[in-house]
């Protein structure tokens, strides 16, 4: 057993030495009437003071009395300075007060005789120094200083607390570990327990701790001076405030002491010095009358941990029309406490949704009641029980969207495993940058991640559409595994829709790219991705669209979230399909595919790119290319789904057609009952630019169309425009209605 000190002890009894000599001093009467009795005392001797110009220790003693009563010297002596409000005679001053009329600095005055001031107004107190400046001495200590002086009323312990050294991380009693700072709350009383607060809460005269055995029959750690911490005979400087006092818990009415410091410097208790177990910490106080108080506070010393929780991975992410779920993996980690879950719009502000009280280690989901009508993006990360709290990093940026306005949901895989390629972070957002585009195109979505999909947790029959990604994974880690090929196959073969975006996928999947890939990997690439493996690119980092659904578009990447080593260079293997993206030398960069698939007999689609569609370098571009690639896979009903003439249940704003646009988009809205009708264009600051409709409509359905113009015909600049429907029935309910348009120049 490490053990610093051991001491036998039967019952405790304290015995104080002192923290420096007390230095002697003449006692003498009180500075106000009567002299000759002891009076009750509001500010004790270095207190803490938060008030003036900084933090400071009190240099004086406070004794209440009226305004206007009469403040005398304790000592005979010359005035020796003054000012508006205090008198100093000798090595002695009186502050709050008003000094006498006719009283000048050299005159002689006369110990408990000379009036040499009134106590200011709205003051209600003499505030007496003993000392000059520099050297103040407690007025209190018993033998000496103000006499006589009688104190019968021990001070009181409010509370102990721990702390990691220098730290706002607050340990629980029942798991401390590492170098602790023990912060204790005293007031000391000077005043029975009828007098006012402020004679009730002063600070103490002597403070200390040990550190005892469980059952408190032997001292195993006591620091220098028995024990003893502080003990106030001269003021320290004030430059030590704050090794004394805890500042977060401290002011003039509260003063909490830090124990474990010295008065010079810091310091702590050092539990690593003792065997992890149960102990007690001794905390004792005493003023200067040897009126005490004794607080024991059982702890636990525990191990210091400072291994992180494993980082969270989430399993899938969905949205109904009035809730929220998700899904992750169970933690391993044996301490484990639980999780802390955080959500955003943006991917840049994030705010903290529940902690690890909510979702304790034993959960794996969570439910969120809510109507968003838009999309929202969760992280969240662990932490363990140990008294140093552990917190994992972050799990991977996923998002979803819900609400009763959102007609579609569609299915983000996150496929992406690797970090030693061009991406290195153990964290990565790309399911964002899938979800921004595909909710700026008013569609909604849910998340999951490839092994959610292998285990069938979750089908990709459940969806109209899949977007996979596989970043640029790649070699030992192949981006389709066995299983993943089968759950793409059987969706493919059932008519399904997917779009797949990696660098490497075909280089994986053949073995003249990769030496492991097998004969069922390439009849997967030929069949399902209709492709073969012909090269690799290095050089080129733009592609260009071609007609007729990528017709004009220039597609820049590898500048956006990371740079791809390389991609691959496509070679189409069936007669359907159109290849839709070329490097500069016509090399296949992407492909576009409708058709069965196997041994379907349903029509399915494929878009399959060669290059990550996140490190697509322009968010404009990678929403115009989502855009054509749903016109591609809903060619019948544009991008959403709408209710047909005469069904109209609800007040509809359909998604703007063309979109992205340019010179002018088509916005189709329904109404089920009449109703007053606006419908305004916002640019992204927020900002009114167009009123397209201002009256009474009854029910039905209507159009407008939008020029790209402002109210004043001026041509707005490319970007992100909000169209809004405010519907007022004649009831007084406002409906109201959002899609969003992409204007391109």
Not at 191 to 214: D, E, Q, V
Not at 390 to 413: A, D
Not at 478 to 502: K, N
Request: glycine share 8%; aromatic share 12%; with cysteine.
């Amino acid at each position: 057993m490490k053990l610093k000190k051991v001491m036998k002890i039967g019952v405790l009894v304290l015995t104080f030495a002192l923290a420096s000599a007390s230095p002697a001093q003449d006692s003498f009467p009180w500075p106000v009437t009567p002299f000759d009795q002891s009076h009750e005392i509001t500010g004790n001797f270095c207190e803490f003071r938060d008030t003036g110009s900084s933090d400071h220790f009190h240099n004086g003693t406070d004794i209440p009395k009226p305004d206007g009563s009469p403040v005398y010297p304790v000592k005979d002596g010359k005035v020796t300075a003054m000012g508006s409000d205090w008198v100093r005679v000798e090595d002695k001053a009186y502050v709050h007060i008003i000094p006498a009329a006719g009283l000048s600095i050299g005159d002689q005055v006369y110990a408990s005789q000379t009036v040499i001031g009134t106590i200011e107004s709205g003051l209600g107190h003499v505030h007496f120094t003993n000392g000059y400046v520099g050297a103040e001495r407690n007025s209190m200590l018993e033998g000496s200083g103000l006499t006589p002086l009688v104190d019968e009323w021990k001070p009181i312990i409010r509370f102990v607390k721990f702390f990691e050294n220098n730290s706002s991380t607050e340990f629980p009693a029942s798991g401390i570990a590492g170098k602790v700072d023990i912060i204790v709350k005293v007031d000391e009383q000077n005043g029975p327990p009828s007098s006012p607060i402020s004679r009730r809460n002063n600070g103490t005269y002597k403070i200390g701790y040990r550190i005892l055995s469980a059952d408190t029959s032997t001292v195993v750690y006591e620091p220098p001076n028995n024990g003893l911490r502080f003990q106030f005979d001269t003021k320290p400087s004030n430059s030590y405030v704050h090794n004394v006092f805890r500042k977060e818990f401290s002011s003039t009415t509260s003063h909490t002491y830090q124990v474990t410091n010295d008065i010079s410097r810091d310091n702590y208790w050092d539990t690593s010095q003792l065997e992890p177990g149960n102990y007690v910490v001794m905390i004792f106080t005493e003023d200067t009358r040897h009126n005490a108080d004794t607080a024991y506070v059982p702890v636990t010393i525990k191990e210091l941990d400072r291994v992180p929780p494993q980082q969270p991975k989430w399993r899938f992410l969905s949205g109904t029309a009035d809730s929220l779920h998700l899904f992750w993996y169970a933690n391993p980690d044996s301490d484990l406490k639980g999780y802390r879950l955080y959500f955003s719009f943006d991917n840049q502000r994030w705010s903290q949704y529940a902690d690890e009280n909510a979702l304790t280690a034993a959960a794996t989901d969570t439910t969120i009641s809510t109507r968003l009508n838009r999309d929202i993006y969760f992280k969240i990360t662990a932490v363990d029980d140990s008294p140093l709290e552990n917190k994992s990093i972050s799990s991977n940026i996923y998002g979803m969207t819900n609400g009763p306005n959102i007609s579609m949901q569609v299915l983000i895989v996150d496929g992406f495993d690797r970090r030693d390629g061009g991406w290195t972070d153990s964290v990565h957002s790309f399911v964002y940058d899938y979800g921004h585009a595909i909710w700026g195109n008013d569609m909604g979505f849910h998340s999951a991640s490839h092994q959610a999909v292998r285990e069938g947790f979750v089908s990709l029959s459940d969806y109209p559409a899949v977007f996979w990604f596989t970043g640029d994974d790649y070699g030992n880690e192949p981006p389709l595994d066995s299983v993943e090929q089968a759950r793409i196959r059987e969706y493919l073969e059932q008519g399904g829709q997917l779009f797949i975006s990696g660098a490497r996928i075909a280089a994986s999947l053949d073995p003249e790219g990769f030496s492991g890939a097998s004969a069922s990997d390439q009849q997967f690439l030929n069949a399902f991705l209709k492709v073969d493996f012909g090269g690799t690119n290095t050089a080129e980092h733009a592609v260009f669209g071609q007609a007729p659904l990528f017709a004009s578009m220039q597609v820049e990447f590898n500048s956006y979230n990371y740079a791809a080593d390389s991609t691959d260079i496509l070679e189409p293997v069936d007669q359907n399909v159109t290849p839709v993206f070329l490097y500069s030398g016509n090399d296949v960069a992407g492909i576009a595919y409708e058709g069965t698939f196997g041994n379907g007999t349903a029509v399915g689609r494929l878009v399959y790119l060669a290059f990550p569609f996140e490190t697509v370098n322009d968010e404009a571009v990678r929403q115009d290319l989502m855009y054509r690639t749903f016109r591609f896979f809903f060619p019948q009903t544009g991008i959403t789904p709408e209710p047909n003439a005469g069904e109209i249940t609800d007040f509809w704003l359909a998604p703007a057609y063309p979109n992205p646009f340019n010179p002018a988009t088509t916005i189709r809205y329904g109404l089920p009952e009449p109703a007053e009708v606006e419908i305004e264009v916002f640019n992204i600051q927020g900002q009114k630019v167009r009123q397209l409709v201002r009256g009474w409509r009854t029910s039905g359905w209507y159009t407008v169309q939008w020029n790209g113009q402002n109210d004043r015909g001026i041509p707005l600049s490319s970007g992100v425009y909000l169209i809004r429907l405010n519907a007022r029935t004649s009831d007084n309910r406002l409906i109201v209605r959002h899609r969003k348009v992409m204007l391109i120049k």
